[in-house]
């Protein structure tokens, strides 16, 4: 059974860092492109991060600069590390697993990000 556990989101003013986790079961961590989306209300999800197997990075354009995504691949976790917070970036966030274009995605359940003095 596939788990994603997301830990990290909070209640952080402008300009402040998170630093989120996630962790990883019921996979072969190692072979996922794993990524970081969100989900601001009456939103779409966005893509924020993706960070592949092989390690290469890719970011949307808000996020570039503020946001870096790593991983652990001996932890089975991935983490987001948010810098320069702003109020536009309050939303769920949510870590994703996938193997191939083709094959399943796997989603965390959320942790709540708000940006707000």
């Not at 990524?35 to 939103?43: E, F, L, S, T």
């Amino acid at each position: 059974q596939v788990q994603l556990v997301e830990s990290g989101g909070g209640l952080v003013q402008p300009g402040g860092s998170l630093r989120l986790s996630c962790a990883a079961s019921g996979i072969i961590f190692s072979y996922y492109h794993m990524g970081w989306y969100r989900q601001a209300p009456g939103k779409q999800r966005e893509l924020v991060a993706l960070i592949t197997s092989g390690g290469s990075t890719n970011y949307v354009d808000s996020a570039k600069g503020r946001f870096t995504i790593s991983r652990d691949n001996a932890k089975n976790a991935v983490y987001l590390q948010m810098n320069s917070l702003k109020p536009e970036d309050t939303a769920v966030y949510y870590c994703s697993a996938r193997r191939t274009s083709a094959g399943p995605t796997y989603w965390g359940q959320g942790t709540q990000v708000t940006v707000s003095s």
